[in-house]
């Protein structure tokens, strides 16, 4: 990482999901650690719309993404990122040009469609891995 802030960007094809519920938990965790960290989240192909699924999940722990948009991401928001962080979707649509920080693909299932409980562990899995990589980013600091 260089001196400036680190950049994590959150990507998944939607930008309606996973990559929202991973946002809205990096937002949280950073406010929380007061850290000085740059938060991108995007799709290659973003949705009209948060899944509801996703909205009532989030609402369930107290996180609000009602108000959020699915936005494409750009590849020059790819390039300036330290972390790229793929949600279980092909890293290749996002990477056009690619970019000099790390990529980590968590791997997740889609929760478009699937039952509340399904949904809960998601945001749960979701919630950990991005504590965890603030664990990271803290230590970094």
């Known amino acids: 990482m260089t001196d400036a802030d680190p950049q994590v ?8 999901g996973r990559s929202q519920m991973a946002y809205a938990f990096a937002l949280r965790e ?7 960290v740059d938060l991108v989240t995007g ?14 999940a989030m609402a369930e722990v107290g ?12 590849a020059e928001e790819l390039r300036a990122s330290d972390y790229v962080v793929t949600m279980g979707c092909s890293a290749d649509d996002a990477c056009p040009a690619g970019w000099a920080g790390e ?11 699937r039952s509340p409980d399904a949904v809960a562990a998601i945001r749960d899995e979701i919630e950990r891995r991005v504590g965890d990589l603030f664990d990271e980013l803290e230590r970094a600091d």
């Open 63 to 74: 996180v609000d993404v009602s108000d959020r948009s699915p936005r494409e991401v750009t």
């Open 9 to 16: 960007a959150f990507v998944c094809v939607q930008n309606a």
């Open 30 to 36: 950073r406010d929380a650690r007061d850290l000085d």
């Open 103 to 113: 990529n980590r693909d968590w791997d997740l299932d889609d929760p478009d469609g």
């Open 43 to 56: 799709g290659t192909r973003p949705a009209e719309r948060v899944h509801s699924e996703v909205v009532d």
